[in-house]
């Protein structure tokens, strides 16, 4: 009588294991391949007002996220030709600095009353056309009070589409906790490309860094600034980290791909220190 394959091999040994192993090493590979990538997020801030020079910005072939400051004489139109070119459209929202650093059209103050300042947050995210999120303009001085952070977050609980970056220019802000305590949803700036301004091998070495937290946590954001040594970096630096890897990446996709990946991913929002700016 012959013997069947599915109990013993040609050698009259049993292949149950045989085909377990086998079907132990297929799903390993399998959950391999399906690995999600390590994700890097680039806002480029400070935009909308200088045409040209702002407009170059457009020209990165990755996914983006460009944030403009309000009511500047650009912005309006470029944010709607960054939309066109499957740009993300943030709000840069001019707050506050320890150094008084004069804010522009839009800016959010220490003195203000509430009536005021949310009729100032509400006139700017009118002004940028597309806006899906905000981040802080400088900002070391009024992200450090709960309270102002609240009557931000109260407001953008009016308008359940926009997300929030704490752009992190003091390591005393509580914009991200407030964000969370609104259910805003939120995360941090990892790292700035450009703190020392016009040094293209800065700009490399901080997006090595970058690329080193992504693979570490899984993602990172790095904030610059439309300086055309950031833009050169950019360039020449993204495609290889694409072939090594890196997945850039809006931040509104960051954000739903972290919810699908792991839910326990607010963990990653618990306070910690890092380098501030302004």
Not at 5 to 20: D, E, K, M, Y
Not at 81 to 93: D, P, Q, Y
Not at 214 to 223: D, E, L, S, W
Request: contains cysteine; hydrophobic residues 40%; glycine residues 6%.
């Amino acid at each position: 009588m012959s013997r069947s394959l599915t109990s013993q091999n040609l050698q009259g040994r049993p292949v149950w294991p045989a085909l377990f192993l086998l079907l132990l090493i297929s799903l390993s590979i399998s959950v391999h391949a399906e690995e999600p990538k390590p994700m890097i997020a680039i806002i480029i801030d400070d935009l909308g007002n200088h045409r040209s020079h702002d407009a170059s910005v457009l020209d990165l072939e990755i996914p983006l996220t460009c944030a403009f400051l309000p009511n500047t004489p650009y912005s309006k139109p470029l944010a709607r030709t960054a939309h066109e070119r499957g740009k993300e459209i943030m709000l840069h929202v001019p707050m506050e600095s320890m150094n008084r650093k004069a804010l522009g059209p839009g800016g959010l103050e220490l003195h203000m009353t509430e009536h005021a300042f949310r009729d100032s947050l509400t006139e700017s995210l009118d002004s940028i056309p597309h806006v899906q999120g905000i981040n802080n303009h400088m900002g070391s001085l009024l992200t450090q009070h709960p309270g102002h952070m609240a009557w931000l977050m109260h407001e953008l609980q009016f308008r359940p589409n926009l997300y929030f970056i704490d752009s992190r220019t003091t390591t005393r802000t509580v914009a991200l906790r407030m964000a969370r305590e609104y259910g805003i949803p939120s995360l941090k700036r990892d790292v700035f490309l450009d703190s020392k301004p016009h040094d293209e091998a800065y700009v490399a070495g901080q997006l090595e860094q970058a690329r080193k937290l992504a693979h570490r946590q899984g993602f990172a954001i790095a904030i610059g600034h439309p300086f055309s040594e950031t833009i050169s970096a950019l360039k020449k630096l993204s495609p290889i980290l694409e072939k090594e890897g890196i997945r850039f990446v809006t931040v509104s996709t960051l954000i739903q791909e972290l919810d699908r990946r792991q839910p326990q991913w607010h963990a990653y929002l618990s306070p910690s220190l890092k380098a501030a700016k302004n």
